[in-house]
């Protein structure tokens, strides 16, 4: 009698264990699908911001150099203003240097964004299939006998580690891409320096 006790003790014991273990990972990984998203979005904006800034930039080294007309430069599109600066040949514009460098950062951002979304589509697919694994093998458990749930439970858990470090990697990824630096700074220390100056020979 005893024996036949502590038996159907054991597999109610492992039976709970194998609901609360599948059920906290599907949780788990749908809070942290959220997490993910919340900082690829909060990125996204501030890579937008730096695009909008440097199309800001484009335009005041058009407008500075003196040279392309002041009307059509102000009614370009964002992406038409890209394209044209693209297209302007060495030795043209006077600061060709530092419009060179708006471009290329300009390239970097856009580089950043496709890594970033290169990544978070990656871990979404692996969350995904953990959090679906986890609901489908989830009312299998009174069914199934005991050493099969120990075995998915294994799977399931090696899976989610793996799934896990893949998002963690995305969300590094996602945090460590810094925002670019704007060239306008190299504009104000210019003008500072100009202004320091012009000061001293008034002196």
Same mark, same amino acid.
């Given at each position: ?118 990544? /978070?589509?990656? $871990? %979404?697919?692996?969350?995904?299939? @953990?959090?679906?694994?986890? !609901? +489908?093998? &989830?009312?299998? =458990?009174? #069914? ?12 399931? /858990?090696?899976? $989610? %580690?793996?799934?896990?470090?893949? @998002?963690?990697?995305?969300? !590094? +990824?996602? &945090?460590?891409? =810094?925002? #670019? ?23």
């Amino acid at each position: 009698m005893l024996p036949s006790i502590l038996f159907a003790y054991e597999q109610t014991k492992m039976t709970q264990g194998y609901f609360y273990t599948l059920s906290a990972i599907a949780q788990a990984f749908a809070a942290i699908v959220a997490l993910n998203a919340v900082f690829v979005v909060y990125k996204f904006q501030l890579l937008k911001n730096h695009r909008n800034e440097l199309f800001v930039q484009l335009r005041q080294l058009l407008l500075r150099e003196g040279k392309f007309p002041t009307v059509e430069i102000e009614n370009m599109t964002d992406e038409e203003i890209l394209s044209f600066s693209r297209g302007v040949k060495d030795g043209y514009v006077n600061i060709v240097k530092r419009f060179k460098e708006t471009i290329m950062a300009f390239d970097q951002n856009k580089s950043i964004s496709e890594n970033i979304t290169k990544w /978070l589509k990656i $871990s %979404l697919k692996f969350n995904v299939v @953990t959090i679906m694994l986890s !609901l +489908i093998l &989830l009312p299998w =458990g009174g #069914l199934l006998p005991d050493y099969l749930k120990s075995i998915i439970l294994i799977e399931i /858990l090696f899976f $989610s %580690l793996f799934s896990l470090l893949i @998002t963690v990697n995305a969300i !590094l +990824i996602t &945090l460590e891409s =810094g925002n #670019l630096p704007l060239i306008s700074g190299i504009f104000n220390q210019k003008s500072g320096k100009s202004k320091n100056q012009g000061g001293r020979k008034a002196k």
